[in-house]
């Protein structure tokens, strides 16, 4: 069992930058993958990016690669995604997911949180 909470999002020009962050309920964090899905109107789920526990295993949608950056502070429980030269295309919701197995991160069926709303306007 976990609990995520999402933060950061807002609204910013394009061409800027936003910092998401998500934090989990466990008090040990227990050496949960996580990552980092979004959910633009009318479109389905989409995988952004994932980080192991130890850090070591990162992946990155297409979308993502060279533009965003996914990190984590295990003694804050905390998982960070730096959205760097946004476009309206990445408008969405984005939701951080959490397992024990990074492939089940990758896959999107593991837990979520209730999302952050980004706004990227032209």
């Known amino acids: 069992q976990v609990q995520l909470v999402e933060s950061g999002g807002g609204l910013v020009q394009a061409g800027g930058s936003l910092r998401l962050s998500c934090v989990a309920s466990v008090r040990t964090f227990s050496r949960y993958a996580m990552g980092w899905f979004r959910q633009a109107p009318g479109k389905e789920r989409e995988f952004v990016a994932a980080i192991s526990w130890s850090g070591s295993n990162i992946d990155y949608a297409e979308s993502a690669n060279g533009r965003f950056t996914i990190s984590r502070d295990n003694a804050k429980n905390t998982v960070y995604l730096q959205m760097n030269s946004l476009t309206p295309e990445d408008t969405a919701v984005y939701y951080c997911?959490?397992?024990?197995?990074?492939?089940?991160?990758?896959?999107?069926?593991?837990?979520w949180g209730r999302g952050t709303q980004v706004t990227v306007s032209s």
């Open positions: 997911a959490a397992d024990p197995r990074f492939a089940t991160v990758v896959s999107g069926t593991g837990s």
